[in-house]
Structure formats: C-alpha cells, structure tokens
C-alpha cells in the first residue's frame, strides 16, 4: 500500500511538477521581486541601488504626484469609452449571428478575424490610416462631408483618444461578441416559444427573457475586458506613445516610461503593485456583487 502510494504521489509530482515549476518561475517569483523591488530606490543604470531601502516613499511619490492621476484619468476615458461601444456593439452582433441564416457560419468566422491579428500590427496599421497629412480615415470623412479638412489625430486630445479607442474597439469587440453568443445560446429556446405564445413582442422577449438571463455573461464580457484594457500598452506605444502630451498616456504606458525612459525601476515596481491591487479589488467586487461565485 505505501508502495502504491509513493508512485501516485510521484506519477503527481511528475505531472504537475513541469507547470508548476514554470508558474513559480514566471509569475510568483516575478511578483516578489517586483515586491521587493517597490520598496527601494532601485535605478536601472546603478544595479546596486536595489538595495537601498526606500521604504513607503514610492508609493506616496505616487499617490501625492500629479502624473499618476493624469495617466489614471486618460485610463479611465479610454477604458469606460472602449468597454461601452464593444459591449453595444457585441451585443448587437451577437444577436445577429445567434440567428438562422444562410451564411452564418461565414460570417463568424469574418467577425472574429481581427482577434488574430496581434496588437501591435493593428497599431501599425491603425497609425498609417490615421497619419497626419493625408490619412485614408480623414480622406473618408472628407469625401462623406463629415469634415472639412484633413483632421490632426495626433495633435488633438479627444481625436488621440478616439483613435486608440478605435483601434481596441476594432480588435477586441469579436471577444465580447463570443461570450455574448455563448450566452445566449446558453437561454433555452423554450422560454422564447412560452414568452411568444404568451403574445410578448420582439422588444419584450429581450427586456424580460434574454437581458435578465444574459447578465452573467455581460458581467464577464465586461470583468475581462476591463482588467486587460487597464493593461493596455501595444497599441498606445505604436500608435501615440502616450501624446499629445499625456493626452493617451494610459497606467501601464506611464509604468514603461517611469522603468526603462527614466529607469526608476522602483518606483515602477510600486506603481505595478498600486495596478494590481485595483483590479484585484475591482475584480473581486465585482465577482461578490454580481452573484458569480455563488
């Protein structure tokens, strides 16, 4: 019996041993030393400087400094903009391709496209088709009448934004559209047949059956959405690099220009710590709230 024991015990270890090893190796020793690293006045260019002790100080640099909140508040416009359109757009996709129709198959497959295509050849694209002087977009809006000239997405704030917005919109709506699908042809078509015999309209089945029971999934969308829209950097950094000025300087921008432009690594380290504690906060709330871990 002990024998036995001791080969499950190994057959464990063996498999497990290999995933666990690289999740220590790339995630819980990073975040110590990031932890570490918080606290210190660590410079990038003067390696010993990781050990001097810095104590709280980074962090009530942080919390007490004007760059921070400028980068939370181009953050919070860019993310609460971004997750409103994606969701009214996925939704509305997905109760199109949650239809029967010839060709459906088709046009999944066409919706989630962009999905493959990584961040930051979409920033390069993006930034050629809005480029000053000449942009295809602003040739578009010209010829449609809806501006008078070629438009500066670079030099103005709410246009910078938008361009940015635009191109997360662009590639990360197909996400929201799936878990929106998958929820709905989670409800039961039986609900719909009753609701129907029941003579409710178009408009009623959706307030009374689907919206109610699509809320988890919303949740989802949006829980997903927002913590990797909080993590934003591919398209920032191809697109902008955090201009005009700090118009579209997004918190994981200003973490890369803090460690590696102005190397404080430590101060960094404690701006990444500040992050992650938010959207753990954030994520748990929101899990508690909305009924999901029961």
Partial sequence: MKKLKWRKLLVILALLGPAMAMFIGLTVYPFIKNLIWSTTFFVLYKPTSQYV????????????????????????????????????????????????????????????????????????????????????????????????????????????????????????????GLILLAGLQAIPSELYDAAQVDGASQLQRFTHVTAPLLKYAIIVALMFRGMDLLRLFDTVYMMTQGGPGYATEVISFFIYRKGFSEFGVGYAAATSVIVFVVIFVIAQITVRKSGIAA
């Fill in 53 to 176: 002790s810095a104590g709280l100080e980074n962090y009530k640099d942080i919390l007490f400094g004007i760059e921070f909140w400028n980068s939370v508040e181009s953050s919070l416009v860019i993310v609460f903009g971004a997750l409103a359109i994606e969701c009214f757009i996925g939704l509305g996709v997905a109760l199109v391709l949650n239809e029967r129709f010839r060709g459906r198959g088709i046009l999944r497959t066409l919706f989630i496209i962009p999905m493959g295509v990584m961040p930051i050849v979409a920033g390069v694209v993006w930034k050629l088709m809005l480029f000053p002087g000449g942009s295809l977009i602003s040739d578009i809006l010209v010829k449609m009448r809806l501006a008078s000239g070629q438009l500066d997405f670079w030099g103005d704030v709410r246009l910078a934004r938008l361009s940015v917005m635009a191109a997360d919109i662009w590639g990360w709506t197909p996400f929201v």
